[in-house]
């Protein structure tokens, strides 16, 4: 009896490695008649590494990985393209309509925004991204006093303080006349601009390093593999998130304490959010009613995460651009020079005024062709949350990650849509603004086209006044300089390497 009990054991025991073997031939079977069924005729990989995908070529190449998905879609003649990241399966959409098809359709039983392919692990549980319906206007609404008219122009005097303070740092490393790479630059200058506009009352120059420090570990983590396990780059972001969160929160806290002290005028953005927020809350009290939805502390923090989010690197992006785009077109950068003249010396002594950044034209057309040309976010993904007929031949699968593409959306329909050309906005006689309007997708479209719009035309409009103001600059011109990499929005591959000096008198002091 214990001899055949011991034989059974071996018996198990020499079998087990097959067992496993057979096992995973059976999963990796699986995983493949999964990936063809959602694919079907779909331009894609024939088969799918397992467990992985093609997350290996994304991580070594991100620009080769979506300029494949990209010529695919284009070459199939129905704009769509698919492949496996990490075992999920993704859709690439390069046709415009389709696209808008997608931003149309997001809702509980279709798509929902998701910013990040693992984003819902990142950004926690309070925020704008992953609202539907009702609930997401109504947010949007609380949100809109952060974004109007009033409260930017009321920041134009600290906005230009600190643009102006990250120049006079860029003309002293520039000093000794090499090249400098102006990407890590331009992400601090933009880091300093969101704190001092959106929360800076609320924040000491300890709190402001440690924002600094966790935003940078929360970048890293975006575009790391997305293990959440201790040592790895994805972890780290998650905490630091949940940080840069409570840190926010406690601002917002700050703010409606000075609010219902009777704060006079309010000193950052986040102040006229705050007013109207408390005057909210305190009439509900009044009535004998429910706090109002996404006005506790805890919320607000997870909401201005998103905005700091949006508003960081997507603007760095853009900043970033410009000055290439500018060292590399004379002839634009001579009539910005121009027209800013005529309106504003750095010699006056005074700020530019809102009324001033507003009659600056042609340099608003430079800042939404440099948008159009280089959109920032190349790509916004979504989650359908449901299978979703997005044509009459193709079914999108529950659970897919669908990427509608905003950079190839802006190379489509514009004359010359390589080229980079701001009279195509300028000029009476072309309007392409107009007649590409659904080609402009760079601030999204539909129920979630980006709330901060109008803030991220503004501050590239000042920044780019100011520069072409203050600074002379010329590109370090390399082959691939102007090459595009993800990081996790689009830069030159050099990082922009510039040189400065500086071109008036004195670097403006107000």
Same mark, same amino acid.
């Given at each position: ?76 003649? #129905? ?141 890293? /983590? ?87 989010? %949006? ?8 900043? #970033? ?27 006056? /002594? ?107 035309? $503004?501050?590239? #409009? ?34 922009? %390497? ?6 008036? $008198? ?5």
């Amino acid at each position: 009896m214990a001899a055949e009990s011991l034989s059974s054991l071996l018996d198990i025991h020499a079998a087990a490695p097959f067992l496993v073997a057979a096992l995973l031939a059976l999963y990796i079977l699986s995983e493949q008649l999964s990936y063809q069924r959602k694919k079907g005729t779909l331009p894609g990989p024939p088969l799918v590494v397992p467990f992985v995908g093609s997350v290996t070529h994304l991580i070594r190449d991100q620009t080769g990985f979506w300029d494949a998905q990209a010529a695919r879609a284009r070459d199939s003649g #129905v704009g769509l393209a698919a492949d496996s990241l990490a075992g999920r399966f993704i859709l690439f959409v390069r046709d415009t309509e389709l696209s808008h098809r997608v931003f149309a359709n997001v809702r509980p039983d279709a798509f929902q925004l998701i910013a990040h392919p693992w984003g819902d692990k990142i950004f926690g549980d309070h925020n704008i991204i992953y609202k539907f319906g009702d609930d997401h206007k109504h947010l949007r609404r609380r949100i809109s006093p952060f974004f109007n008219p009033r409260a930017l122009s009321t920041n134009t005097l600290l906005h230009q303080r600190v643009i102006l303070a990250h120049l006079r740092k860029w003309l002293h490393h520039a000093a000794h006349g090499a090249a400098i790479p102006l990407r890590v630059p331009c992400r601090e200058m933009n880091l300093d601009v969101s704190q001092a506009l959106f929360v800076g009352p609320y924040l000491d120059e300890t709190a402001k390093g440690s924002m600094r420090r966790d935003y940078n570990l929360f970048n890293v /983590g975006l575009m790391a593999m997305p293990l959440d396990l201790p040592g790895f780059a994805f972890r780290r972001a998650r905490r630091a998130a949940r940080r840069l969160a409570r840190a926010l929160a406690e601002c917002a806290r700050k703010s409606k304490a000075r609010v219902r002290a009777g704060g006079t005028q309010p000193e950052c953005l986040v102040d006229f959010w705050m007013e109207e927020t408390v005057r909210e809350i305190d009439e509900a009290a009044a009535a004998g009613l429910p706090r109002p939805p996404h006005s506790s502390d805890e919320e607000i923090g997870g909401f201005l995460l998103d905005i700091l989010f %949006a508003a960081q690197d997507a603007s760095t992006s853009s900043l #970033v651009w410009a000055v290439a785009v500018l060292g590399s077109h004379p002839d634009v950068l001579g009539r910005v020079r121009a027209e800013v003249a005529e309106l504003w010396s750095p010699e006056s /002594g005074e700020p530019i005024t809102p009324e001033q950044v507003n009659q600056m034209r042609y340099t608003h057309c430079v800042a939404r062709e440099v948008i159009r040309y280089r959109p920032p976010a190349a790509m916004v993904p979504h989650v359908a949350r449901e299978a979703f007929r997005l044509t009459d031949r193709y079914t999108v699968p529950k659970g897919a990650v669908v990427f509608p593409s905003l950079y190839e959306s802006s190379m489509q329909g514009f004359s010359e849509p390589e080229a980079f050309d701001p009279e195509r906005f300028f000029s009476e006689a072309r309007r392409e603004d107009v007649a590409c309007r659904r080609n402009l997708l760079a601030f999204g479209a539909g129920a979630h086209q980006c709330v901060g719009k109008r803030y991220a035309m $503004n501050h590239l #409009v000042l920044f780019v006044a100011l520069l072409v103001s203050v600074v002379d600059f010329r590109r370090d011109r390399t082959e691939g300089c102007d090459d595009l990499v993800y990081m996790p929005t689009i830069m030159p591959k050099d990082g922009c %390497a510039t040189f400065l000096r500086q071109r008036c $008198n004195k670097v403006p002091s107000f």
